[in-house]
């Protein structure tokens, strides 16, 4: 299955403390945009099951990159629970970037095995 993610690249960024010390997610807006993006491209989540192989590509539009660890930890975060029911079920995963490309996306693949 691939999924073509659209627009800005996201990282996983740390947890920040707030004002009066409640910890926060800084990454909490950008994960719910990525699956609204997801969900209104497949209608429907398809949680699969059983150990997956999971393909992140990622396309930049210049050549700043960010790192790929905390890409891949960012979209596996987002997409669980709509392609997957837990992270734990992928046992082997690459991420390949790509820079100077016309426009910025992310194109997952996932395979069963």
């Given amino acids: 299955m691939l999924i073509v993610i659209p627009g800005k690249i996201c990282q996983q960024q740390r947890w920040r403390t707030g ?4 910890p926060y997610n ?6 719910r945009w990525v699956r609204l993006k997801v969900c209104s491209t497949l209608r429907e989540s398809i ?6 192989r999971f ?3 990622l396309f930049y539009k210049g050549r700043k990159r960010y790192d790929g660890d905390n ?5 596996l975060d987002a997409l669980e629970g709509i ?3 837990n992270d734990r079920q992928i046992y082997d995963y690459h991420v390949v970037t790509l820079t100077g ?3 910025e996306r992310v ?3 996932i395979y069963g095995k």
């Fill in 19 to 22: 004002k009066y010390g409640n």
């Fill in 55 to 57: 393909y992140l590509r």
């Fill in 26 to 31: 800084p990454s909490a807006k950008e994960k």
């Fill in 101 to 103: 490309q016309p426009e």
């Fill in 71 to 75: 890409v891949l930890k960012f979209y």
């Fill in 47 to 52: 949680k699969r099951k059983g150990k997956l």
């Fill in 83 to 85: 392609l997957y029911q």
């Fill in 107 to 109: 194109e997952v693949e």
